[in-house]
C-alpha cells in the first residue's frame, strides 16, 4: 500500500499542492487535472524525484526518503519526457536501466524481448533509437517502466504521440496491469483512463478535490461522463477568471 | 479469573523489537559497494570507459605540452624526467577519477539524468561505482609505467615511485570515495583541493618553487574548468541534481 499523508510542496513562494492525503491499493487510478494543477509535481515526490515540504509518503508503512534502493525497486515510472541515449538499442537501453535496478542481466534479456514485443517494437530491438519516431521512442518507455517488474507503475502523460491503435494497446496493458499493481496514471486526456480507471483523482487549488469511482464522481458533479464531470470541475473557475 | 493487560510501555516496547528484528538494516559503504557490483555488474558499471582514457590520456598530454613549452624544460635532463614520471604519477589518479566524473555529469541528458535517479541506484551511486574500478586502473597504468622505466635502467627511483604509487593513489582514490560519498560534489572538490595542495608542498619540498608552481598552474585550470562544468552549467540550475550534491 502506498500512502501519501499530509504532502505539501512550495517552489519559492509558489504553492504547488497543500495537504494531499491518498491511499493507493492494487488497481488503476487515473490522476486528471488541468495543466498545471501539480499532478507531475506529485508524481515526481512519489519516485522520489522530489522531496515533500510537509507530510511523508510511505510504502507499506515505511518512509519511502528512508527506504530509498529499496523503494525505487519496486517502482515503474514512464516521465513526461522519456530520457534515453539516443545512439543505444531499444534493447541496449532497456537492460543498461534494468542491471540499474537491479535485475538479473539474463532475467533483463528476456523481459526485454518479451515487452518490446508487448509494445510493438520486437522488429527493431536492435536499431538506434535516434532513428525512431516520437510514438515509437515513448513506446520504448512504456516498455522501460515495466522492466523491472515493479509493483508501482506511474506513467505521466503516457500517450503523448501515440497513434489510435497503439492507445489502444496501451490501455490494455494498463488494465492487466492493475489486477496485480498499483497503476497510478496522471493525464489530462479524458479518454485516456474513462475505461480502465478504478478510482480518479482529481486535483484543485492545490489539494485533492474528488478521489472516488468514475460512477460516484459522475453521480456527484451531475455528469453523463467523465469529461463532462471534468468540465463542471474545473470550467466554473475558468469562467469566474475570464 | 482476573486478566492483567500490559502497560503502554510494555506494548511500545514490544513494538519496538518486532520493528527491530524485521526491519532491514541499512547496509555500510563497504557492503553497499560489493552488493552494487554483484547486481549491476562491473560491465555495465563501466560502460563507455574507453572514452575516459582518451579523454584523460589528452588531458595529461596538454598538462605536460603547457609544462614543457611554458617553462621551458629540457627532456633530456634527468631532473625532468623524474619530474614528469613523478607527475605522472601523482596525478594520474587525479587525471583519471575527474575525467570520469565530469565525464558522468555531462554526457548524460537531464532526462537521462532523472530516468536514473528512479532506479534503485541512481546517477550518484553510479559515479561512486566507478571510483574505485577507475583508482584500480590508475594502479595498473602506474605499475606498468614503473616496469618500463625500470627497464630503462631507472631502479635508483623505485622506492620513490612505489612509494607515490601506494601513498598517492590509493590515498587520494580512498579519500576521495569517502569525501564524495559523504558530501556529493563539495566533497569531491574538497579532495582535489586537498590533493593539489599536497602535491604543490611536495615538490616545493622535494624540488624547487619552479617545479611546485609548474605542477599547480595546469591542475588548478583543470579543477576550476571541472567545477565551472559542474556547477555553472548543471548543479545551479537543475534542482534534482541537489541528490548529486547530497545525496538521499
Redesign the interface.
Known sequence: MLEIKNVSKAFKDFTVLEDINLTFENGVYGMLSPNGAGKTTLIKMI?????PDEGEILWNG?NI?IL???Y??V?G?L?Q?????RDDTPTQFLT??A????VD?DVAKERCGKLLERVGLGDVKNKKMKKFSGGMVQRVGIA?ALM?DPKIVIFDEPTAGLDPMERVRFRNILAELGKTKIVILSTHIVSDIENIANTVVMIKDHRVHICDTIDNILRQTNADNLESAFMNVYEADTLINS | MEIEYPSEEKKEQSIANIIKTT??EPVGTIRFLIDAYR???IK?IL?NSYKIFILSAVTFSLLTACSLFKFDINVCERRSIVYLLSMFFYFSPFILLSTDFMYQIQE???????????????AR??ILLRMPLFSLFTILIDIGTAVVWCSLGGTQYLPHIIGLIASGVMLYSLLNIAMFNKFGIYGYIGCAVIWLGGAAVFNAVGTDMKYAILTGIPVIIHIISCAMMGLVLNFSVR??YKRLMFG?
Open positions: 519516485v522520489t524525484l522530489l522531496m515505511e526518503s530509498g534502493g529499496r525505487r525497486e517502482v515510472y516521465p519526457k522519456f530520457g534515453y541515449y543498461y536501466i542491471a540499474l535496478n537491479g542481466s522501460n523491472n | 526491519k532491514p547486481e549491476i555488474g555495465t560502460r548524460r541528458p537531464f532526462d537521462v539524468y532523472e530516468m536514473q535517479n528512479t532506479c534503485k541506484y541512481t551511486h553510479l534542482r534534482s538521499y
